[in-house]
């Protein structure tokens, strides 16, 4: 009764507050970094004194801007191109006519995280159109028909496929890859095609890069439990910045410097989560998103990296919605009435948040922090 009453006090008080601050009390953004940006393993900006490891090249890794999907593509030192995920079926002929413009006359290896469409569509057509070495996939039966498309096409082409399980590793010429999800057996529950991701740490000299897939946080805690090494400088944000991944403890594993997101949020509201989103500027500033900051390129020599975005963002790295407004739970771009219904609904400190978008500070339950979020910021416009 007493939290209840709290509640009430709290809703009255911010809506006196917003009566007297029609402006909503924007604060200033600070400003991010620009780009490109050098970074050294701590996070900080490169001393000019340090230097590339001698005679290496350099590993890059591109986020490309596919719409709301995944698409990675990976150079290694030694010339040789991955990719991971190619968005939906309309991604296909941008993946293609970006790699081509880029050389890519094949490909090494082609790695499908998990069969949903906004992952596999565009790889049907890639498969089609370019010469690939390698299939790695979490082997798991038909999920669909651009699933069932994609298997065909192996079969086909008679490509060489690797089924993905916890603990593998690869060599992809100087770069070293462990595979953290899935295990054996796959996971057979409601969220089994997110959570049975492939999951990859992919490591070049002293710098480690991330890619989770759509895993949510219940996988994020066995890949944990399997005590396989997570540290990672840079990270690929699981699921599109959805409020069921990226816990605290994923996060606080990996400890990345860098994260990328990759996200339309006109075409998908629910991602990025507000939530997620102020976990994720918890443990770093460097937050990308491909809606925003278009295609992301993240090269390393090993020991340092750069971070190159397709557009610039001014005054910020992060979306708005976080940096002046974190109370915007349903992530509609204002803190408001809407906001503290959802945390009244859903408010129950005693129990594991059964509402990701209430859970505001990641914390797994629905408390007065959380509240405190929404009735600090209430007012703020998000964007």
Request: aromatic share 4%; proline share 7%; with cysteine.
């Amino acid at each position: 009764m007493r939290v209840r009453c709290l509640f009430l006090a709290l809703v009255a008080l911010c809506a006196t507050a917003c009566t007297q601050s029609p402006s909503g009390g924007l604060t200033p953004v600070p400003s991010g970094v620009p780009s490109p940006t050098v970074l050294g393993p701590g996070g900080e900006a490169a001393p000019a004194t340090r230097t590339p490891l001698p005679n290496q090249s350099p590993l890059t890794v591109t986020f490309l801007n596919v719409g709301q999907g995944d698409c990675e593509w990976i150079k290694t030192p030694d010339g040789q191109d991955i990719l991971i995920d190619a968005g939906k079926e309309v991604a296909g002929p941008i993946v293609l006519t970006y790699l081509q413009s880029h050389g890519v006359k094949d490909l090494e290896v082609v790695v499908l995280t998990h069969p949903d469409d906004d992952h596999v569509g565009g790889l049907v057509q890639v498969l089609q159109d370019l010469p690939v070495k390698q299939v790695v996939y979490n082997g798991q039966p038909s999920s669909g028909d651009l699933y069932d498309e994609f298997t065909q096409a192996i079969s086909a082409k008679a490509i060489p496929a690797v089924v993905a399980r916890a603990g593998q590793t690869f060599a992809w010429g100087p770069v070293s890859v462990t595979v953290l999800n899935p295990a054996e057996p796959l996971d057979a529950g409601s969220n089994r095609d997110n959570d049975n991701s492939v999951t990859l740490r992919v490591s070049y000299g002293q710098v480690d890069v991330m890619l989770p897939g759509d895993i949510s946080t219940t996988a994020e805690r066995q890949v944990l439990q399997r005590q396989l090494p997570t540290e990672a400088e840079i990270l690929k944000v699981s699921h599109h910045g959805s409020a069921s991944s990226s816990g605290n403890a994923f996060l606080a594993a990996v400890q990345p410097k860098v994260a990328v997101i990759e996200v339309n949020h006109e075409q998908y509201k629910k991602h990025p989560n507000a939530g997620t989103l102020a976990r994720l500027l918890a443990v770093t500033p460097a937050v990308y998103r491909t809606d925003l900051d278009g295609t992301v390129v993240v090269s390393t020599n090993g020991m340092t990296w750069t971070v190159t975005t397709e557009t610039a963002r001014v005054g910020e790295l992060a979306t708005a919605s976080v940096r002046t407004c974190p109370g915007d739970a349903n992530a509609d771009g204002a803190v408001n009435l809407l906001d503290l219904t959802l945390l009244s609904a859903a408010y129950d400190p005693g129990a594991p948040a059964a509402n990701g978008l209430a859970d505001l500070n990641g914390d797994d339950v629905v408390d007065v922090l959380d509240l405190t979020l929404v009735t600090s910021n209430y007012g703020r416009a998000c964007r």
